[in-house]
């Protein structure tokens, strides 16, 4: 099967790019290098002709061109402006990315006949601030995003479902919960696992941000992976929580890194950032049902891949 992923050089893009080519698969990857990376697609780009790289802003028309040219069956949505304080601070460009980006590729995939669009939507900020009683939240929770970002990404899942019901293009959007795992990056918009590993194996002081006791649904990059190869062909038109249903603290979460790195020493504490979530967890039930899907990696195993994958990366450099 002919695939195209957009963002597909970034950390999760490029883990589904190598599990899309393991298993057989012709895949074109979209991608403007603006926050992904070729090295995250090395042994991509060793697979021969069954890999194929266009280095394109999602918001152009050439996308919608290629993607005719290309003739894809499924189109994975992975490229997006993924900063929330960003989208707080530009409100406009993180609109032309994620809401103009998904139409061209929409359009692209219409016209090129693609028989489905499987899209990475965002389960940290499509339900606002559910109450605690509400978590684990389902995807039965209204949809309230209190973010640009969360905005232009419930947007986007509107869209799709416009284009399913106008030109029987069909979807699955996963809502995704904090994804964290080898390949992501410290520097950029990375998640705190990310932060937390590159500091406190380069012997850095970790600032936490607040009391540490806000909550994440951390879920491993390989899982993600996973629940999006199974959306392909399954849970057409809805949207599925792609976590664990579990609830890790930041303080909870430093403890086990400064452990797994042989760091003792506490973190500090910086003033709260406005705006931030004090609790978040994904009901994941929906894609048991409909995906078959259910997260396997617990957070110790999820960190020991992310801290062996850096100290290899050390060891090579």
């Known amino acids: 099967m002919r695939v195209l992923v957009t963002g597909g050089a970034g950390f999760i893009g490029s883990t589904l790019v190598d599990r899309l080519l393991a298993e057989g698969h012709a895949v074109d990857v979209v991608d403007d290098l603006s926050t992904g990376s070729l090295s995250n697609l090395a042994q991509a780009r060793s697979a021969g002709g069954t890999f194929t790289f266009h280095n394109l802003d999602v918001r152009s028309i050439e996308v919608v061109d290629l993607l005719a040219r290309r003739r894809p069956e499924v189109v994975y949505h992975l490229a997006a402006q993924a900063d929330v304080r960003v989208s707080v601070t530009n409100p406009v460009l993180d609109a032309e990315v994620n809401v103009l980006g998904t139409l061209r590729v929409l359009e692209g995939a219409r016209v090129a006949g693609s028989a489905r669009v499987v899209f990475a939507a965002s389960g940290g900020t499509l339900y606002g601030e559910p109450?605690?009683?509400?978590?684990?939240?389902?995807?039965?929770?209204?949809?309230?995003?209190?973010?640009?970002?969360?905005?232009?990404?419930?947007?986007?899942?509107?869209?799709?479902?416009?284009?399913?019901?106008?030109?029987?293009?069909?979807?699955?959007?996963?809502?995704?919960?904090?994804?964290?795992?080898?390949?992501?990056?410290?520097?950029?918009?990375?998640?705190?696992?990310?932060?937390?590993?590159?500091?406190?194996?380069?012997?850095?002081?970790?600032?936490?941000?607040?009391?540490?006791?806000?909550?994440?649904?951390?879920?491993?990059?390989?899982?993600?992976?996973?629940?999006?190869?199974?959306?392909?062909?399954?849970?057409?038109?809805?949207?599925?929580?792609?976590?664990?249903?579990?609830?890790?603290?930041?303080?909870?979460?430093?403890?086990?890194?400064?452990?797994?790195?042989?760091?003792?020493?506490?973190?500090?504490?910086?003033?709260?950032?406005?705006?931030?979530?004090?609790?978040?967890?994904?009901?994941?039930?929906?894609?048991?049902?409909?995906?078959?899907?259910?997260?396997?990696?617990?957070?110790?195993?999820?960190?020991?891949?992310?801290?062996?994958?850096?100290?290899?990366?050390?060891?090579?450099?």
Do not use: M
Request: charged share 25%; with cysteine; aromatic share 8%.
């Open 131 to 317: 109450s605690p009683d509400e978590l684990p939240v389902a995807e039965s929770h209204s949809h309230r995003p209190l973010s640009p970002y969360g905005v232009s990404k419930k947007a986007a899942i509107d869209y799709l479902v416009a284009y399913r019901e106008l030109h029987a293009l069909e979807f699955c959007a996963l809502a995704l919960g904090n994804v964290y795992g080898p390949r992501q990056d410290p520097y950029g918009e990375a998640g705190v696992v990310a932060i937390f590993t590159d500091r406190l194996l380069s012997d850095q002081v970790v600032t936490i941000y607040g009391d540490g006791a806000q909550t994440r649904d951390f879920v491993y990059v390989d899982d993600v992976v996973d629940a999006f190869v199974r959306a392909a062909t399954r849970g057409g038109g809805l949207v599925c929580n792609i976590g664990t249903g579990q609830e890790t603290s930041v303080n909870e979460l430093y403890r086990a890194l400064a452990t797994r790195c042989g760091v003792d020493r506490e973190a500090v504490h910086g003033p709260a950032r406005p705006g931030e979530l004090q609790r978040s967890s994904l009901d994941p039930t929906r894609a048991g049902i409909h995906l078959g899907w259910r997260p396997w990696t617990t957070i110790a195993e999820g960190i020991e891949g992310v801290v062996r994958h850096r100290l290899d990366q050390d060891a090579r450099s």
